[in-house]
């Protein structure tokens, strides 16, 4: 049976690629009017020398046009920070590579055996007490203990998700996230700070603990996330135990430095949970408010280049087993995938280079997280 032309494909790459329909008309000789109906016309096929020259300025194969959509994400189950601010051409752009993403996790999915995905879900979140236990009971299910966390990256991927970055993703795109069968989490890069990397994937698995099923981007979704990477971050009873309690009126910013450097959080955040737990007043969360914006500090604060950046590794890990084990290439996963080479090195990223000969299996690689 002959392949039918899915215009739904086409849509994708061409978004995927910051693309508008007139732009797209313009490479290839076309009207608008015209692409805009075979992306959106089941009846409607292009000749086989339009599907090349689309294919060509796609950076896929033609046969990526005819295969069936294999990652749909409806708009309610993305997680976007700043959703009601960010531009609506930003944001399908983002949507874009994030399906084209999906499918590289779904390919890996069904030829790999990557960690199970143990999230605990909470329902009916009212108090900030709520918050509070969801993010111990966290704690508890991935047996973090009560202490500093070393490595965040590492607790998204032994709880069976993805990170990883769209480089050329605006800056309007603060972080994002999606749960559907497989998690994904994207970071945006731009942020030097390793503490803020950490706690935007804190938050980002509170919208999984806490918001299943709910669309987010409000005020309020927001501020449940960020009370639970706060409470994730820094339990309020280690904050009670170990706060560097002010000198009377005065912080104590050489105490905090120190808790930044133990917690890797930082000293904005510090401050803010502070404040959350009554360990300060509002006269003195000001105080320290200002004296970080005095001092240069409201974005990248001193003490961030003395803690390393998180890298992820799970697709990476799961890249390295396929190509010294499955005996795969580069070439032949991107073609499996009906991309072209330089597309596929661009949705893998960093998670794709160097591919090592010698690796470690799936199983010893959760064995040593």
Same mark, same amino acid.
């Given at each position: ?61 033609? /046969? ?5 959509? @294999? ?72 047996? =973090? ?22 480089? @050329? ?44 099923? =709910? ?53 904005? #955040? ?30 990248? /604060? ?7 950046? /998180? ?12 190509? @010294? ?14 991309? @072209? ?6 949705? #893998? ?21």
């Amino acid at each position: 049976m002959e392949q039918q032309f899915n215009g739904t494909n086409l849509r994708l790459a061409r978004v995927f690629h910051g693309l508008s329909l007139d732009d797209l008309a313009g490479l290839v000789g076309k009207s608008r009017q015209f692409l805009h109906k075979l992306e959106t016309n089941d009846t409607c096929e292009p000749t086989p020398e339009l599907a090349d020259d689309l294919s060509q300025q796609l950076r896929v194969r033609t /046969e990526f046009f005819y295969q069936p959509l @294999s990652a749909v994400l409806p708009e309610e189950e993305v997680h976007f920070r700043k959703l009601f601010t960010t531009r609506s051409a930003i944001k399908q752009a983002a949507m874009a590579k994030a399906e084209m993403f999906l499918q590289l996790v779904n390919y890996l999915d069904e030829h790999l055996e990557l960690p199970e995905v143990s999230i605990p879900t909470v329902a009916d979140v009212v108090s900030a007490d709520d918050i509070e236990q969801a993010a111990e009971l966290c704690r508890r299910h991935w047996k =973090l203990g009560l202490g500093p966390i070393d490595n965040m990256v590492r607790v998204a991927e032994r709880a069976g998700a993805v990170v990883t970055t769209f480089n @050329s993703v605006s800056a309007e795109v603060d972080a994002l996230s999606y749960a559907q069968k497989r998690p994904i989490i994207v970071r945006n890069d731009a942020k030097p700070s390793a503490c803020r990397q950490r706690f935007d994937i804190a938050h980002e698995i509170g919208h999984f603990v806490l918001h299943v099923g =709910l669309q987010t981007g409000s005020r309020v979704t927001e501020s449940q996330a960020n009370r639970f990477a706060s409470a994730f971050l820094l339990p309020r009873s280690m904050m009670a135990a170990h706060w560097p309690k002010p000198k009377g009126s005065r912080l104590d910013w050489v105490g905090m430095k120190d808790f930044k450097l133990t917690w890797k959080v930082s000293k904005a #955040a510090l401050l803010y949970r502070a404040r959350q737990l009554d360990l300060i007043d509002d006269a003195q969360y000001k105080s320290g408010v200002i004296t970080l914006r005095r001092t240069g500090e409201a974005i990248s /604060e001193r003490e961030d280049k003395l803690i390393p950046l /998180e890298q992820p590794n799970m697709v990476h890990q799961a890249l390295q087993v396929l190509c @010294s084990k499955g005996g795969k290439t580069p070439e032949r996963l991107a073609k499996e995938l009906g991309w @072209s080479l330089t597309l596929f090195e661009e949705v #893998a990223g960093s998670q794709l280079t160097p591919l090592q000969a010698e690796v470690v299996s799936l199983t010893e690689y959760r064995k040593r997280a």
